[in-house]
């Protein structure tokens, strides 16, 4: 079995695609860390009585968001209460917003295709483009030089 000469056409299209391959390979397999915003801030009351009763309040709240945001906010309250005329309170608010990176739901593709029953003929080319539509279901669309269109539909794992 020989295989065709390689062609101008052919060695910019093999270049092209593995120069592509290379930068998307080294940018996404870098781990995106999400974004972590803490806010405290902290207040602080005195009254003056004289008989002591120390009690704290502790208060969480979490809210999550649908596009991925989570917002924790814990407030803590301490109450020092002296019965004959002091009063302390001391309020720590902390508020904390993670923000998860984005995902990338839209994939193009660099395509090359043999006929096996006529393989002299040489290779056609195309592209494919698919976008994730619902959870794990993507659906796309390719085309190829041969005049070959078709549709795809994936489940990612």
Do not use: C, W
């Not at 043999?114 to 976008?131: E, I, W």
């Amino acid at each position: 079995m020989t295989f065709p000469t390689l062609t101008t056409k052919t060695k910019a299209i093999i270049g092209t695609v593995t120069v592509a391959t290379s930068f998307a390979a080294g940018r996404y397999s870098v781990d995106v860390a999400p974004v972590v915003h803490t806010a405290i801030s902290k207040e602080i009351e005195k009254h003056i009585q004289t008989d002591t009763q120390t009690h704290a309040v502790t208060k969480i709240v979490e809210v999550k968001k649908p596009d991925g945001t989570d917002t924790k906010t814990t407030v803590i309250t301490q109450e020092k209460n002296v019965e004959q005329a002091k009063t302390t309170q001391a309020q720590t608010k902390i508020d904390q917003t993670v923000t998860p990176p984005k995902k990338t739901n839209l994939n193009v593709s660099a395509l090359i295709a043999a006929d096996l029953s006529n393989f002299g003929k040489g290779p056609a080319y195309g592209v494919s483009v698919t976008k994730q539509v619902l959870g794990p279901v993507s659906v796309g669309a390719f085309a190829l030089t041969n005049s070959v269109v078709g549709v795809s539909i994936g489940l990612e794992f």
